[in-house]
Nanobody, 121 residues
Framework: QVQLVESGGRLVQAGGSLRLSCAAS????????MDWYRQAPGKQRDLVAT???????DYVDSVKGRFTISRDNAKNMVYLQMNSLKPENTAVYYC???????????????WGQGTQVTVSS
């Protein structure tokens, strides 16, 4: 079974920083794109940042220049460094990844359980 487990979410003051981590475990052949999403109360889940296996990144406009996504392919991990946090960044942050299970050619999208980030004003 493939699992994605996030960590690092907590309460932080506006202007502060947090680093989220997500670890992939289980049996799989490869991990392609890895993403961070967030879902604020009463809102839909939105993509925040994405990174390819080769390291190419993309961000939603609202976090460009403040958030940085990175990954460690050897450790099967993805990170989200969040700086200059704002109260509107409060949300549950989810890790997602396109993972190739054994015996399959195509990848399957897996999701973590989420980690709560709360930014106080």
């Amino acid at each position: 079974q493939v699992q994605l487990v996030e960590s690092g979410g907590r309460l932080v003051q506006a202007g502060g920083s947090l680093r989220l981590s997500c670890a992939a475990s289980g049996s799989f052949l490869s991990i392609n794109a890895m993403d961070w999403y967030r879902q604020a109360p009463g809102k839909q889940r939105d993509l925040v940042a994405t990174i390819t296996r080769g390291g190419s990144t993309d961000y939603v406009d609202s976090v460009k220049g403040r958030f940085t996504i990175s990954r460690d392919n050897a450790k099967n991990m993805v990170y989200l460094q969040m700086n200059s946090l704002k109260p509107e960044n409060t949300a549950v942050y989810y890790c997602a990844a396109d993972i190739q299970p054994p015996l399959l050619i195509d990848t399957v999208r897996y999701w973590g359980q989420g980690t709560q980030v709360t930014v106080s004003s």
